[in-house]
């Protein structure tokens, strides 16, 4: 029987991950196949029965984004220590009728990152303070970044830079510091938004490199900032190919293939 596998969040009708994941099982000849699975948290038992009913449903495991990343952890058997250490699931694996959470949004980040620079030692601003903002500072400390967080709410930017011994920063500070890497890991800029940006291009140093989660659109206005300052750009997709990589391995135990993959994402942006 065709095993099933999807994207829980909300809303999600418009992810590219089933375009990027059936593209994969079809390149590896694997019965499978992705789904859309919109859970309203206007219903708030919905996820809880979603993961109670996987093995009911043929469900091999499943991709979580928004809002649910950090929800999702009540209801695994057990955690992968990464998805522990940063707090929150972006991928569950049915292993046996037992729900693994895991987390590949960390290695998803780095590995985009360093298709563009070595991160030991490089002093990188981190905007945001939520999961992924946790899962990528976790992993740049990890190769030995400097890392600093500005976060609008102060106390968020404390709670992460104390678990993870990082710096907080003011905003006012940051066009003084000569940051080498800064990632926005908040939502600013995204459709409909897109003319807004938490930096202008009088705040980025030359040489600088700047990515941007967002993937809607995928040239943010940040980005569009970034190269008039004459820095580097990476733009949200990367990451999201990455830590798609990451759970297709996860789920089937092989390297994920990643030019199948890769095709697919840029054909459906
Ligand atoms: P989250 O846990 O909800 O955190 C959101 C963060 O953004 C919080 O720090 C929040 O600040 C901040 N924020 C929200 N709206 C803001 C605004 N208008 N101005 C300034 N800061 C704002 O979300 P998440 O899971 O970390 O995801 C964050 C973004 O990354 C989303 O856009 C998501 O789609 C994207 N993402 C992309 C990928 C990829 O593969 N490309 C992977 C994961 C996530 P407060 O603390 O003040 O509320």
């Known amino acids: 029987m065709t095993k099933i596998y999807g994207i829980v969040g909300h809303p999600v009708i418009h992810s590219l991950s089933p375009a990027i994941h059936n ?13 859309v699975f919109d859970i309203d948290p206007s219903n708030p038992d919905d996820l809880a029965n979603f993961c109670f009913e996987t093995d009911l449903n043929n469900i091999g495991g499943f991709s979580v984004t928004m809002p649910y990343k950090q929800e999702i952890m009540q209801y695994m058997d057990y955690y992968d220590p990464l998805a522990k250490i940063i707090g929150s699931a972006n991928t569950v694996s049915n292993e046996d009728s037992q729900l693994v959470g895991y987390n590949t949004d960390s290695t998803g980040a780095i590995q985009a990152l360093q298709e563009k620079a070595d991160l030991a030692g490089k002093k990188v601003l981190i ?3 939520g999961g992924a903002a946790r899962a990528i500072a976790y992993g740049l400390k990890e190769f030995g970044g400097d890392v600093y967080i500005f976060n609008r709410t102060l106390e968020k930017a404390k709670k992460l830079a104390q678990d993870f011994n990082l710096d907080v920063i003011d905003y006012l500070d940051i ?5 080498q890497i800064i990632i926005n890991t908040t939502p600013t800029g995204s459709s409909p938004n897109s003319e ?6 009088s705040q980025i140093p030359k040489g600088c490199i700047v990515m941007d989660l967002v993937t809607n659109p995928i040239k943010t ?18 990451m999201l190919l990455f830590q798609a990589a990451g759970q297709f391995e996860i789920w089937f135990g092989k390297t994920a ?13």
């Open 23 to 35: 593209a994969a099982f079809k390149a590896e000849g694997i019965d499978a196949e992705y789904r």
């Open 127 to 129: 905007m945001g303070a």
């Open 175 to 179: 066009a003084k510091e000569n940051f």
């Open 196 to 201: 807004e940006s938490l930096l202008s291009a």
């Open 221 to 238: 206005k940040l980005l569009k900032e970034a190269e008039e300052a004459g820095a580097e750009i990476i733009s949200g997709e990367r």
């Open 257 to 269: 293939p990643v030019e199948a993959m890769e095709k697919a994402l840029y054909e459906n942006l």
